[in-house]
DNA sequence: GTCTATATATAGATAGAC
DNA sequence: GTCTATCTATATATAGAC
């Protein structure tokens, strides 16, 4: 940016780096500005200054993941339905799994870090993360729905709704809890999975639910 | 307890009454203990005196659900099994809906309060009170989840524990954020569901997840 | 058991020198 | 842009009178 030195990186990565970790191990109000700036090596002043408040911090940090995955999500939904037959659901939450799993270049542990976020964000946050992504993000989601509902066809827009919630809910949940499942996993029953085998065991759950009938009365 | 005044509530009783409501709808850590002891109306240093600390009354609010209901969950499953035919996986989950509905007659608007108080125990706590909910209600678990397992028996015991916790991350994530989910849906549905309704609809969708066939690797 | 007053810690944010 | 020092607010927790 003008400067000679590119000796270590900027400051403002340097937040943005410390800070989506944190957030993502212990959730943004368990995370202070200081522990962040720490880690960071940098000054603490120096969030105030590159992001003007915390609030604005954590848009930022989740912007930073929204803006690569969601336009290559919505590519990869594109792409699926190019083809003239109709995709199944197992197919279409799979098209997501490239996308995902695209941000673990981005960053080190990036898919992982990327969900917890958005569980965390989603939770956590009374209602302004939950507003931020809808607005900035809305068409990606709207044409994530649309795919999904065209898919499946029997399930009336309400239930859809529901369901996709739930879907979000298992995804985010399981990540935030990876870690530790994981550990269970290892000992209990001699297993070691990564991120990408987690999601790909998650995702035939997740399609069966979105599309069982819907049950008459009893 | 020895005095002659019932004219008011225990102070205690007063405290977790107001404890629950606020720790479920707004979490934990954004909960302070002025705001507790100022809706309940009694002084700031009486949550310390009977509690000791935070961290022990939010174990004392989850415990006062927990032992209510994880014996009476119990007691469903025991009753479902006794029965000669094998309960299919909506039955298994359906037999807890009365379990959960009862809390409600325990407190106004129970049920919710419980299942978000239960969200919040997982993913807000680094572990502390997964740890205090397993070692004080492993029984319980347990024996849950073997009664799932006979009723699943094409899934091998390593997949039926990570179909397991995407329930949990279902159920939980739905619960945590049923108050802005229900909002969504009267502005854009028209729908009013009460935590029975979603319950009901969270269920086909979690048993179709936990029994769907595992698939050949591609 | 309940109160006031306060100790102690930590948070986010900012002013102003460099 | 980066630093030190500090402001202001709020948190949990406790001491000690009643």
Same mark, same amino acid.
Request: hydrophobic share 45%; glycine share 6%; proline share 4%.
């Given at each position: 940016?003008?400067?000679?030195?590119?000796?270590?990186?900027?400051?403002?990565?340097?937040?943005?780096? +410390? +800070?989506?970790?944190?957030?993502?191990?212990?959730?943004?109000?368990?995370?202070?500005?200081?522990?962040?700036?720490?880690?960071?090596?940098? $000054?603490?002043?120096?969030? $105030?200054?590159?992001?003007?408040?915390?609030?604005?911090?954590?848009?930022?940090?989740?912007?930073?993941?929204?803006?690569?995955?969601?336009?290559?999500?919505?590519?990869?939904?594109?792409? /699926?339905?190019?083809? !003239?037959?109709?995709? $199944?659901?197992?197919?279409?939450?799979?098209?997501?799994?490239? !996308?995902?799993? &695209?941000?673990?270049?981005?960053? #080190?542990?990036?898919?992982?870090?990327?969900?917890?976020?958005?569980?965390?964000?989603?939770?956590?946050?009374?209602? #302004?993360?939950?507003?931020?992504?809808?607005?900035?993000?809305?068409?990606?989601?709207?044409?994530?729905?649309?795919?999904?509902?065209?898919?499946? %066809? #029997?399930? !009336? !827009?309400?239930?859809?709704?529901?369901? /996709? #919630?739930?879907?979000?809910?298992?995804?985010?949940?399981?990540?935030?809890?990876?870690?530790?499942? $994981? &550990?269970?996993?290892?000992?209990?029953?001699?297993?070691?999975?990564?991120?990408?085998?987690?999601?790909?065991?998650?995702?035939?759950?997740?399609?069966?639910?979105?599309?069982? %009938?819907?049950?008459?009365?009893?």
């Amino acid at each position: 940016m003008g400067h000679g030195m590119a000796s270590r990186t900027d400051t403002k990565t340097r937040i943005l780096d +410390a +800070a989506e970790k944190l957030f993502a191990e212990r959730g943004f109000s368990e995370t202070s500005l200081r522990l962040i700036t720490s880690k960071a090596e940098v $000054n603490l002043a120096s969030v $105030n200054y590159h992001f003007g408040s915390k609030k604005e911090l954590i848009r930022a940090v989740l912007a930073r993941y929204l803006d690569v995955f969601m336009p290559s999500a919505a590519a990869e939904i594109q792409r /699926l339905f190019k083809n !003239p037959e109709l995709a $199944n659901l197992n197919e279409i939450f799979s098209s997501l799994i490239k !996308p995902l799993l &695209e941000l673990n270049q981005v960053r #080190h542990g990036g898919t992982t870090i990327f969900l917890q976020l958005l569980g965390r964000g989603y939770i956590e946050s009374q209602g #302004h993360l939950r507003w931020f992504i809808t607005t900035h993000y809305g068409q990606y989601l709207e044409a994530f729905v649309r795919a999904v509902s065209a898919s499946a %066809p #029997h399930i !009336p !827009p309400a239930e859809m709704f529901w369901r /996709l #919630h739930f879907t979000l809910g298992t995804i985010v949940f399981t990540m935030a809890s990876a870690d530790a499942l $994981n &550990e269970i996993a290892a000992a209990d029953y001699g297993e070691h999975n990564d991120t990408e085998a987690i999601i790909r065991k998650v995702i035939p759950y997740m399609a069966a639910g979105v599309s069982v %009938p819907i049950l008459a009365k009893e």
